[in-house]
């Protein structure tokens, strides 16, 4: 996207620049005002952004539901109930010190 993003602007500026630029012949007029178009294109820039910004949105809240459901299914499927963990270990340990004890 950097090169092509890149190149698409300094595409634009070569334009406004040569449409501003009279020609050597006659001055080269357009039926909108310069700052308009400019003011047109950075909108349309702007839209398209947020075009994208809200498809992006869609994918992720799409993904999202699907991997909600996945989980869903899994829970579902699991042998064990709410209260226990088959990898809980309890930190109730007890340890004989061997050397404990001796005189």
């Known amino acids: 996207w950097g090169k092509e993003r890149c190149a698409l602007i300094l595409l634009l500026l070569l334009l406004l620049l040569f449409v501003g630029c009279p020609s050597t012949s006659e001055a080269f007029q357009l039926p909108i005002e310069l700052w308009a178009l400019a003011i047109i294109l950075l909108g ?4 398209f952004g947020l075009f994208i910004l809200v498809i992006i949105k869609l994918l992720f809240l799409l993904l999202d539901y ?7 299914k899994e829970v579902g499927m699991a042998d064990f109930s709410k209260n226990q963990n088959p990898l809980y270990q309890s930190p109730d340990v007890e340890y004989k010190n061997v050397a404990y004890g001796k005189e």
Not at 44 to 47: A, D, E, N, S, V
Not at 66 to 72: D, I, S, T
Request: charged content about 35%; hydrophobic content about 65%.
């Open 44 to 47: 349309l820039l702007l839209l």
């Open 66 to 72: 699907f991997e909600v459901k996945r989980l869903e």
